[in-house]
């Protein structure tokens, strides 16, 4: 309220733009949301494809429907809206300013592939030599040093690992839209908003923190995001579930509740209100 009263004193203009920071569904949503009602949006994601963890779902409780059946026409329509910018594989360096004056300082990471150029047609990806853990898989199998984080990603634009990439050009050779740039840069862009949403999601617990149930000692043992990849037809295994470790079915399968909540060892004495909901699914 105090911040309203501000803005109703102040003699500024208030600023129109709206910037949306997060660009999981919920961030696309109101995206979406404020676009149609005529606000410009800047959907901001330090990810290289908007989507977060809904993208990495099979099905969605409690209508067993498929994630990406869900997810899909709101990824197409934040592509194309006339009023939404992604601003993808970024992150907010500082912010200043006040309710209606706020001036975001973005630093863009690069993804050494030109956005105006990459038609997404894969055949880079085809030709690559080099192979790392592919994390939209939760590293249960590989992907190619240049990449697409899914199959549906919004941008579809790829992105250029030089952590693992060797510089061996046949990317660039193979690309007709001349899309490669292995000089890419860092780049700092500041944006003026009037307001901002913060949608940044959550992140999954680390279940080596409770070593008694053998998370990162036995393959077998998998958390539940990694299950859901290897239960997902886009996932290692196809859809099949297989054992990580050899590759066999498994005969039987026990689920662990409320790791990592209602743990005040692991600073979550709280329920995480989610996974009973989850087991049934």
Known sequence: MEALRKMEGSKKQPIGAVMVIGGGIGGMQASLDLADSGFFVYLIDHSPAIGGVMAQ???????????????????VECGRHLNIRIVANAEVKSLEGEPGQFTVTLLRKPRYIRLDRCTGCGECAKHCPVTA?????????????????YP????????????????????????????????????????????IILSPGYEVFDA?????????????VVSSIEFERLLSATGPHRGHLL?????????????????????????NDFCSSICCMYATK
């Open 57 to 75: 779902l099979d099905k969605t409780f409690p209508t067993n429907d498929c994630s990406m059946c869900i997810m899909s026409p709101k990824l």
């Open 133 to 149: 853990v592919d994390t939209y898989n939760e590293r249960m199998s590989r992907r190619a040093a240049i990449y697409i984080k």
């Open 152 to 195: 549906q990603a919004i941008p579809k634009v790829y992105m250029i690992d030089r952590e693992i990439c060797i510089g061996c050009g046949l990317c660039e050779r193979v690309c007709l839209a001349r899309a490669v740039n292995y000089e890419d840069k860092e780049i700092e862009e500041r944006i003026e908003v009037g307001s």
């Open 208 to 220: 080596r923190l409770r070593q008694e149930f053998g998370y990162g000692i036995y393959p077998n």
């Open 243 to 267: 054992r990580p470790s050899d590759g066999t079915i498994p005969e039987r399968i026990a689920f662990i509740q409320c790791v990592g909540s209602r743990d005040s060892n692991c600073g």
